[in-house]
């Protein structure tokens, strides 16, 4: 069996901030009921985090922990961790109603680190990036590709979109990227 690789093997661009395919990524998709105990208890056991509120991101030293719906998560751990913690998750969660599914191969996994983070990606979310920062997360769109993103510090930030329009979403975010077209919305 072949090694596993990102979508686009490292690529990088530098431009009004560095954008990399910040290559492979642990991704599960965990829906369920998260008012419930059961499911509290299952995502501090694989991630060490708690349920974040709505629109965050939870970040700590296992991974991290991203509300995407009412009934739904995204939890980002190691690449090879994954199924062993969809695992961990199936036995935890045994006799409740809940799906955990490992999406890492699905998906691909971007970073944005600069200081003109919010000025390139609000060229081209509906999403208003006004207050947004550390912690915050969105699920919504870029550039018409559907795609999650979330802010780990002020100066470093996370893109996430399915692997079939990773290229796409690269090629975006260099377009967006580059300093000619800076703006100074957020700044």
Known sequence: MSDAISVLNGAQDVGLNIVTDA????MIALKGDLSSDQ?????????????PLPATCKMGAKGAVAWMAPDELLLLCDYESADLNVEKL??????????????????????????AIKDVLAKGTPTSLAGFGP???RRSRIGQIAAAFWMASEEEAYVVCFRSVAEHMFN?????NNAEGALSLYK
């Open 23 to 26: 290559g492979l990524k642990g």
């Open 39 to 51: 499911i509290a208890k299952a995502v501090k056991l694989v991630s060490g985090l708690s349920i």
């Open 90 to 115: 199936n036995k935890a969660l045994s006799g409740k109603h809940f799906l955990a599914v490992n999406v890492s191969d699905a998906r691909a996994f971007f970073k944005i680190e600069g200081n």
């Open 135 to 137: 912690g915050q997360f």
């Open 172 to 176: 975006w975010l260099k377009a967006a």
